[in-house]
């Protein structure tokens, strides 16, 4: 879904394992395009460069996001809920995670190697649960890529916030398609990147608490960018 590869109504009417070739198959009631759309080539900026396959790029530009507004307060309790929950992330740092969250509370938390299989999890589990994205906060502990605000704004999810850092082509793109970008949100501080006018500053920062070293993911720097 997250690179168009299928849409919405597709009827998949099964899945396969092939182990000569090592691949998942899986089949639609419709005809399909996908060796077109596996020759399709995205260059990403995750990861130093990386490449997605499909039509990920399709719907970027018609993609319109709704209004919404992101109060500090809320930004200051989620990232102080989020990370202190226990989770793979916090006790091992080798993993990212994602979660769903609407104004101060996390809605869905998922974990992955990579941080786009965790967003991908994020969009398949709001498909079958028909979650609408409009008023929702999309978290992530990895670094705010291309890929990573690209499938944010397919997903139709305003806004977007990381505790880690960013990439140049990941706010350009999110300045591009009206997506509010918080990167290195971490007890008091944030940096507003793209999308500003949603945010009200209802809370005072000097009286929230700075991130407790504890929390923090082991062997990590202090710029959060690994």
């Not at 307060?73 to 989620?78: A, H, N």
């Not at 769903?100 to 190697?113: G, P, Q």
Request: glycine share 8%; hydrophobic share 40%; aromatic share 6%.
């Amino acid at each position: 879904l997250n690179q168009n590869m299928l849409r919405p109504d597709d009827e998949v009417t099964g899945v396969e394992y092939d182990d000569e070739l090592d691949v998942v198959v899986v089949r639609t009631a419709r005809a399909t395009d996908y060796q077109e759309k596996l020759r399709k080539k995205t260059l990403t900026s995750g990861c130093a460069q990386g490449t997605a396959f499909g039509d990920l790029m399709e719907r970027f530009e018609s993609v319109r996001l709704p209004e919404a507004e992101l109060r500090t307060s809320w930004l200051y309790r989620l990232t102080h809920a989020i990370n202190t929950m226990p989770s793979l992330y916090l006790e091992a740092g080798a993993i990212h995670g994602c979660v769903l969250c609407r104004e101060d509370r996390a809605l869905v938390y998922m974990e992955d190697v990579g941080r786009h299989n965790a967003v991908d999890k994020i969009a398949g589990y709001m498909f079958r649960h028909r979650v609408e994205p409009g008023d929702k906060i999309l978290y992530t502990t990895g670094r705010l890529t291309s890929e990573m605000v690209i499938k944010t704004v397919q997903m139709g999810i305003p806004i977007l916030v990381s505790r880690s850092g960013f990439t140049a082509w990941g706010v350009e793109l999110a300045r591009k398609a009206g997506l509010t970008l918080i990167g290195r949100a971490r007890g008091r501080r944030f940096l507003a990147l793209s999308g500003a006018e949603r945010i009200v500053f209802d809370a005072d920062p000097r009286h929230v608490e700075e991130e407790d070293p504890r929390v923090r993911r082991k062997g990590a720097r202090d710029e959060g960018d690994l």
